[in-house]
């Protein structure tokens, strides 16, 4: 049996609270990329700020252009028989910053799907808690959280 479906059989024989908390840790697992710290400030030359990109096609265009540009740049240093010259860089920075860059913008955009279905998830099954499970959740949270404290 797979990992999906025995998670799946395993949510239909739980409380709401107990989804909740499976909801909760999915969501967990996947906040830290929107955590992530930007290396570049986001604004490209010709492709405006990929921070907030919603097309993978446009981040492999931003990318390519950048990779374009040092592959010039070195060539040139070469050429002009340079021994030793700056690093490339492009709006403050380089293209391994850019990289980084585009490559968590690829993840934030490829989660939103799944950071959207779950946050739905939790919104209905929130609906279903009775007042006493409210409690219940609360106190288990404060719990978990001297715990770490």
């Not at 395993?10 to 909760?24: D, F, G």
């Not at 690093?87 to 959207?116: M, P, S």
Request: charge should be neutral.
């Amino acid at each position: 049996m797979s990992k999906k479906t025995t998670t799946a059989l395993a949510l239909t024989n739980t409380s709401i609270p107990e989804v909740i908390e499976v909801l909760n840790q999915k969501l967990a697992e996947l906040k830290h990329i929107e955590e992530c710290v930007y290396k570049t400030n986001g604004n490209l030359d010709g492709f405006g700020d990929l921070k907030q990109e919603t097309k993978i096609e446009n981040l492999i265009r931003a990318f390519s252009s950048v990779r374009g540009r040092e592959n010039a740049y070195n060539d040139a240093a070469k050429e002009l028989n340079l021994k030793t010259y700056p690093v490339f860089t492009v709006n403050g920075g380089t293209a391994a910053d850019w990289k980084q860059d585009i490559l968590l913008r690829k993840a934030i955009i490829e989660q939103k799907e799944t950071l959207d279905k779950l946050n739905d998830f939790k919104a209905k099954a929130s609906k279903f808690v009775s007042e006493e499970q409210q409690q219940q959740m609360l106190l288990k949270e404060m719990s978990d959280f001297f715990a770490k404290k």
